[in-house]
């Protein structure tokens, strides 16, 4: 069964960082792009950060320059660090990988909530 796991999200006051991080298990996640996700309350889900199995990111104009995507393809893991944190960055951040053809590779995990508050 091919399962990430998210953690590392809290509670962290505007201004602070904070890194996550996903861990697959059941494959590998070097041959894929990689992404994070968040979905807010009453919001749908939305695209944060890519990764390429080459080690391109890409970013939503949102937190473009505040976080940033990177893997470790030897852990199997994925990380993002968020600095300069805003309230509206609070949100579940869900990990994945893709393929080619955009589908996912592993089952979708919980997810770890990010709140952004002071």
């Known amino acids: 069964q091919r399962q990430v796991v998210e953690s590392g999200g809290g509670l962290v006051q505007p201004g602070g960082s904070l890194r996550i991080s996903c861990e697959g298990s059941?494959?590998?996640?070097?041959?894929?792009?990689l992404r994070w996700f968040r979905e807010a309350p009453g919001k749908s889900r939305e695209l944060v950060a890519s990764?390429?199995?080459?080690?391109?990111?890409n970013y939503a104009d949102a937190v473009k320059g505040r976080f940033t995507i990177s893997k470790d393809n030897f852990k199997n893991m994925l990380y993002l660090q968020m600095n300069n944190l805003k309230p509206e960055d609070t949100a579940v951040y869900y990990c994945?990988?893709?393929?080619?053809?955009?589908?996912?590779?592993?089952?979708w995990g919980q997810g770890t909530q990010v709140t952004v508050d002071s």
């Open positions: 059941g494959s590998i996640f070097s041959p894929y792009m």
């Open positions: 990764i390429s199995s080459g080690g391109s990111t």
């Open positions: 994945n990988a893709f393929n080619a053809y955009g589908e996912s590779i592993f089952d």
